[in-house]
């Protein structure tokens, strides 16, 4: 299971963390993807990252604005994204994720930017 | 990045009756080291998250019914679904994942006539 925290308002130019804590599986055997839907829009895979050992793949797009992370403590996985704009407004899903399939997702979370 | 494409975009359906979609990458999604081809299909019902329906072009993920198959190789893939229900509505997408960024097709839209 895959629980994500809550909706977040944001103004542009600000920053979003959103959480997703695993349970129910060995945290460090798989990775975690993270995946929005804009209003409007189809899926967009955002980056990886491992829960072994926190490698990360971004989308190129992404990069410099985005930051995944891990805490194994707490079986958790982190995306920061940093510089708000409208355009960011979308349910952003993590999903677990090893080498063949995204077999497990989370509920989703809302962010919104507006001024 | 590998460019994902499906048809049709949307795709009107009548409970009881056969539907297919169409999913073709812009470069082979085989893996010449493993021979494993890396195609998925995922299900986004209206105001619920995605949901795995087929890994690998034609592995049924755990729970999804046998109405559902998968197929296809190379760049061409196929999503068919035997006899269609209503609960069946929603976006279906195809995404790569032989390298990364993985990408997503633009999804197809199937509801009932």
């Known amino acids: 299971q895959l629980v994500q925290s809550g909706a977040e308002v944001k103004k542009p130019g600000a920053s979003v963390k959103v959480s997703c804590k695993a349970s129910g599986y060995t945290f460090t055997d798989y990775g975690i993807s993270w995946v929005r839907h804009a209003p409007g829009q189809g899926l967009e895979w955002m980056g990886w990252?491992?829960?072994?050992?926190?490698?990360?793949k971004y989308k190129e797009k992404f990069q410099g604005r985005v930051t995944m992370t891990t805490d194994t403590s707490t079986n958790t996985a982190y995306l920061e994204m940093r510089s708000l704009r409208s355009d960011d407004t979308a349910t952003y899903y993590c999903a677990r994720d090893h080498d063949t399939q995204a077999d497990y997702w989370g509920q989703g979370t809302l962010v919104i930017v507006s001024a | 990045d590998i460019v994902m494409t499906q048809s049709p975009l949307s795709l009107p359906v009548t409970p009881g009756e056969p539907a297919s979609i169409s999913c073709r990458s812009s470069q082979s999604l085989l893996d010449s080291d493993d021979g494993n081809t890396y195609l998925d299909w995922y299900l986004q019902k209206p105001g619920q998250s995605p949901q795995l329906l087929i890994y690998?072009?034609?592995s049924r993920a755990s729970g999804v019914p046998d109405r559902f198959s998968g197929s296809g190789s190379g760049t061409d893939f196929t999503l068919k679904i035997s006899r269609v229900e209503a609960d069946d509505v929603g976006v279906y997408y195809c995404?790569?994942?032989?390298?990364?960024?993985?990408?997503f097709g633009p999804g197809t839209k199937v509801d009932i006539k």
């Open positions: 990252i491992s829960g072994y050992n926190g490698d990360t």
């Open positions: 690998m072009v034609s």
């Open positions: 995404m790569q994942r032989i390298e990364f960024p993985f990408t």
